[in-house]
């Protein structure tokens, strides 16, 4: 079983940065895909970005440019730097961690973005 505990969230003023940060615990042989999807108020859950063990990476066209993923294999730990963000910024963000055959979540951090 595999555990995910994520950090960094908060209230930033909308041009401010966030990172986040989400780290994977328990007994498993290696970790593939992690990344972070996200669910704002009154919206579905959505991709933000992904990377592969050996660092792909994709994003969602409105965090491109902004947002950066990025993971230390060694520690089990997936980071989401958040650059000039925007009040449509605001969700609850969720790391996820596939270790075959189960996909893991973590618990959620609250981003919110001020005007």
């Known amino acids: 079983q595999v555990q995910l505990v994520e950090s960094g969230g908060g209230l930033v003023q909308a041009g401010g940065s966030l990172r986040l940060s989400c780290a994977a615990s328990?007994?498993?042989?290696?970790?593939?895909?992690m990344g972070w999807y996200r669910q704002g108020p009154g919206k579905q859950r959505e991709l933000v970005a992904t990377i592969t063990p050996g660092r792909r990476t994709n994003y969602a066209d409105s965090v491109k440019g902004r947002f950066t993923i990025s993971r230390d294999n060694a520690k089990n730990t997936v980071y989401l730097q958040m650059n000039s963000l925007k009040p449509e910024d605001t969700a609850v963000y969720y790391c996820y961690a596939d270790v075959s055959p189960l996909t893991s979540w973590g618990q959620g951090t609250q981003v919110t973005v001020s005007s």
């Open positions: 328990g007994s498993f042989f290696s970790i593939g895909v």
